[in-house]
């Protein structure tokens, strides 16, 4: 009988003052959680620095934990142009050191996470959250949400494969149709 490879995968939730991790493992049809957690800036902190502080915490977890993909939140345009802004280069932050680590990067919208991780495109986020405890056997919610969220978008990445993902091009530069990852996935 043929060994299953273990795929290692690590979600990330973007943002400039909080940035949600959580990495699994996937072996089969099996889920098993290596660490999540979050990375937080200060608020008086100069932006600049924040953006650092992400970019440097992401590529230690990059290098520690050694993933096979990372799973972001695609970005939506909401009402506050500042907060999307400010999180869009946070995202960016975390883009960067996963091409510096050669990790493939595939993007998901909040309704392709909910669909993926509870059957339901529209369901609200403690759904999720109660979905994410079950799947990853967790005897309570991850907090905070960040954290938890991550780990949604990792599960999701896991359940629905690459060729349902589309690779992280900002959304407007290439589109998201067309490529192939390293291992020769659409």
Not at 20 to 33: A, C, E, L, Q, R
Not at 121 to 134: D, N, R, Y
Not at 174 to 180: A, E, P, S, T
């Amino acid at each position: 009988m043929p060994e299953k490879k273990t795929q290692r995968i690590i979600g990330i939730d973007p943002g400039y003052a909080i940035t949600g991790y959580g990495i699994i493992d996937k072996s089969g049809n099996k889920f098993s959680v290596v660490d999540y957690g979050v990375i937080e800036t200060k608020p008086k902190t100069d932006f600049p620095l924040r953006l650092l502080t992400i970019s440097e915490k992401v590529k230690f977890l990059l290098e520690q934990f050694k993933p096979d993909y990372l799973s972001i939140e695609e970005l939506f345009m909401g009402k506050n142009h500042t907060t999307v802004i400010g999180t869009a280069q946070a995202r960016g932050a975390v883009l960067v050191e996963a091409a510096r680590a050669g990790i493939d990067v595939y993007e998901f919208t909040p309704g392709q996470v909910k669909l993926a991780i509870t059957g339901y495109g529209v369901a609200e986020k403690k759904q999720v959250q109660l979905m994410t405890k079950s799947i990853l056997g967790l005897k309570e919610i991850p907090k905070p949400d960040d954290a938890a969220d991550a780990l949604a978008l990792a599960i999701c990445l896991a359940n629905t494969g690459t060729g349902f993902a589309g690779k992280a091009v900002s959304g407007y530069q290439y589109g998201r149709y067309g490529y192939k990852d390293r291992n020769g996935f659409r």
